[in-house]
């Protein structure tokens, strides 16, 4: 096998391991919190909704730092970093003694956290840009195959064992996967051409904001989170709604999860490649639209079985968005400064991530939860008309206006 293809395999694996590791946790968070001392309702829903976005918080900052550090000394250190930093963090939250030791862990956490955000760009670098779609569609599969068993198990092995074995088994899986990373990864060193051009942080900044497709993917690339976000926290309440009366609440609730991760896994490869053969911002664009279809029933079924079908259709539609955004960039971006840019796109979509939740809980405090699904829907429809818009205009060469900002600053 040659190194590419073990490459691809060994980190598709280890998003598998990590992606379900650390999904193993959430189902519980909450409840770990309330064994943590004698606190009112009140105390911990609003330390859980700390707990969770603080990660995302110190993520959004650290990403495109991470970024320029692998443009600079390879993705694989960062790869190590992130995983052993993930399975420390993970150990060091069921030792936790308060709710502050625990926020104080998660920030930590947030400091190292993007090990699947550098495997698609460590991937990406080393993909043709005429495949980069079905790679990293293919790519996904990993990371949603995890998602889709870590809750499940996460909660089997938190009543079996309890919370802190679960931290402990999680974190050697975690570690398991940043050995595979240290012992079988073989990064291909790109070939340093002698004299090539080194852009400032603050050209590249500049160029971002200059460059309408970048920038106007990454706002929609946040906007997708921000939709696929905000309704999650509300979901099991939303089941337990139509299940009035069912002792299966969660059971269902985890089903409903799960249907749009397996939407995702069936088709993410095939939008990939969509998007290898007739163009990424046609492929985003019909994403966008089809979201909005399958998005808007959701607010109004009154069956359960009629939720899952609708959330399975989403999940085919999120399922391409990632990869092609990702293809996207790698299309765009100079190689030398990749993992830079990478790291502003996860950071816009860290930023979703945090908006997201606390945007649905919002909505769905004034006019009830089915109505997030409407106005999630709009985000959606407006991602779409944005996208149009950009494309309407006259493209530039981010190289170009890479070039133009820095001759502004000299």
Do not use: C
């Not at 996904?140 to 996460?154: A, I, K, N, R």
């Not at 009366?245 to 985890?254: D, E, I, N, R, T």
């Amino acid at each position: 096998m040659d190194t590419q293809k073990k490459n691809f395999f060994i980190i598709m694996f280890t998003n598998f391991l990590v992606a379900g590791s650390t999904t193993m946790i959430m189902p519980f968070l909450s409840l770990y919190i309330e064994s943590l001392g004698n606190f009112s309702d009140e105390y911990v829903q609003r330390w859980s909704g700390l707990v969770f976005g603080v990660t995302f918080v110190a993520a959004l900052i650290m990403s495109p730092i991470w970024g320029r550090i692998a443009d600079k000394y390879g993705f694989k250190p960062i790869l190590i970093i992130n995983g052993f930093g993930i399975a420390t963090s993970i150990f060091l939250m069921g030792t936790a003694d308060s709710v502050t030791e625990l926020f104080m862990i998660r920030l930590f956490m947030g400091l190292v956290t993007g090990f699947i955000p550098t495997s698609l760009a460590f991937v990406s670098s080393q993909t043709s840009k005429e495949n980069a779609g079905k790679t990293l569609g293919t790519l996904q599969m990993g990371s949603v195959s995890g998602t889709l068993f870590g809750p499940v198990l996460g909660g089997l092995m938190a009543d079996a064992f309890g919370f802190k074995y679960t931290f402990l088994i999680t974190a050697t899986i975690i570690t398991i996967a940043a050995l595979f990373v240290v012992f079988g990864l073989r990064e291909i060193k790109r070939v340093k051409i002698k004299g090539a051009h080194v852009y400032a942080p603050k050209t590249i900044i500049n160029g971002i904001l200059h460059h309408r497709l970048m920038l106007n993917v990454m706002i929609i690339t946040a906007l997708i989170q921000i939709g696929n976000f905000s309704i999650q926290p509300l979901l099991s309440l939303y089941v337990a709604e139509l299940t009035a009366g069912s002792a299966q609440v969660a059971f269902l609730a985890g089903v409903t999860f799960s249907a749009t991760g397996v939407g995702n896994l069936l088709f993410a490869r095939r939008w990939g490649r969509l998007g290898d053969s007739i163009g990424y911002e046609k492929v985003l664009g019909l994403l966008l639209v089809l979201a909005f279809v399958f998005i808007i029933p959701q607010a109004f079924v009154t069956d359960l079985w009629q939720l899952i079908i609708l959330r399975l259709f989403f999940g085919v539609a999120v399922g391409g968005m990632i990869p092609t955004t990702t293809a996207l960039m790698r299309r765009e971006a100079p190689i030398e400064i990749q993992g830079e840019i990478m790291g502003y796109n996860t950071s816009f979509r860290f930023l979703g991530n945090i908006i997201g939740p606390v945007f649905g809980g919002i909505v769905s405090g004034f006019i009830g939860i089915s109505s997030v699904f409407i106005v999630t829907s709009i985000l959606f429809i407006f991602a779409f008309v944005f996208l149009r818009t950009t494309l309407a205009k006259p493209q530039q060469d981010f190289e170009d206006v890479l070039l133009e900002q820095e001759l502004k600053n000299t």
